[in-house]
């Protein structure tokens, strides 16, 4: 059991099942409708969570009415979030999810109006208590900071940082952490056809992995060997919402218990793939193990 500190969003997840996706400028009744509470740090620590591990968030909590679901949800997994930013103006990061039932695909558009969680907020984190940090690839210049002070200060404590999104100079942040989570989205983004040709322009010794849906996932060693692992898909696809999260979650799982990297690629994708056959994340662990 490791005690892990993930930096992060939470946002509040509106999410509309429905019946086929919509076209442009139609009608159409959702299915059902739920609100839950969303973001990738805050997804994969629910994971984390559920595995055993002491999980702290650190990020920004506004104090409105949407921040009660995110922090009743938070509690309910037992995250802490004392580390967080507390502010009283601004909104919660918010996701208007819709999911459609007969794929499973999940379409968003979000909202915010709330600022990135700074390096002089981390900087107030007493790093000595954790064995793991986790970063979401955003606010590239805070991020790149946190990274060199844990290089310096705490170059230790493992630290893993995921590459969802191509954002302006994300690529400055490559060298710094222990392990890359890259994502599809951010492969194809930048033109790379498969994960493979990701994986192998990277150049640096570090472990990455990148997650490509029903094909399974690709990772790389310090020795630059490369490991492919199938996926699972359940028997009826779900809710594939939160498969990467849940991947990157049972990726961490592995390498923190020293596994490993086909072991640790093999277990994130069986877990993600069981994932993709349920709503959410509520007794994920639970039912994976049944
Ligand atoms: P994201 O949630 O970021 O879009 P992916 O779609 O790449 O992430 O999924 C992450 C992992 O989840 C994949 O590597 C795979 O193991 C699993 N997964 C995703 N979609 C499916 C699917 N349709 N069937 C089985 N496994 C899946």
């Not at 509106?14 to 409708?33: C, F, G, K, M």
């Not at 986790?134 to 705490?154: C, D, I, P, S, W």
């Not at 640096?204 to 990148?210: D, G, H, K, R």
């Amino acid at each position: 059991m490791a005690k892990i500190l993930a930096i992060g969003i939470a946002t509040l997840d509106i999410i509309n099942t429905v019946e086929s996706y919509p076209d442009e400028d139609s009608e159409q009744r959702a299915l059902s409708q739920h609100q839950t509470r969303g973001g990738n740090a805050t997804n994969t620590l629910t994971v984390l969570s559920q595995l055993g591990h002491h999980c702290t968030w650190a990020g920004v909590l506004i104090d409105e009415p949407d921040s009660q679901v995110i922090q009743h949800d938070l509690r309910s997994h037992h995250i802490d979030f004392t580390a967080c930013k507390r502010l009283a103006h601004g909104k919660m990061p918010t996701s208007y999810i819709t999911l459609n039932q007969q794929t499973g695909s999940r379409t968003i558009v979000h909202h915010r109006d709330c600022p990135e969680f700074s390096f002089e907020d981390f900087s107030k984190i007493d790093l000595t208590k954790f064995d793991w940090v986790h970063f979401e690839g955003r606010n590239v210049a805070e991020t790149q900071l946190m990274l060199l002070h844990l290089k310096k200060y705490h170059p230790q404590l493992p630290c893993s940082l995921e590459i969802e999104k191509p954002r302006p100079d994300i690529e400055l942040l490559f060298e710094l952490p222990t392990v890359l989570l890259f994502s599809q989205h951010y492969a194809q983004a930048r033109g790379f056809a498969d994960a493979i040709s990701l994986l192998s322009s990277l150049n640096s010794t570090i472990i990455a992995s990148c997650a490509w849906g029903k094909l399974g996932a690709w990772a790389i060693n310090q020795h630059q060997e490369v490991f492919h692992s199938p996926a699972f898909p359940p028997e009826q696809i779900i809710d594939t919402l939160g498969a990467g999260d849940t991947f990157n979650a049972g990726l961490i799982h592995s390498l923190v218990n020293n596994s490993e990297l086909q072991f640790a690629l093999t277990y994130a994708c069986r877990f993600a793939g069981h994932k993709c056959g349920q709503v959410g994340f509520n007794h994920l662990f639970q039912t994976f193990e049944a």
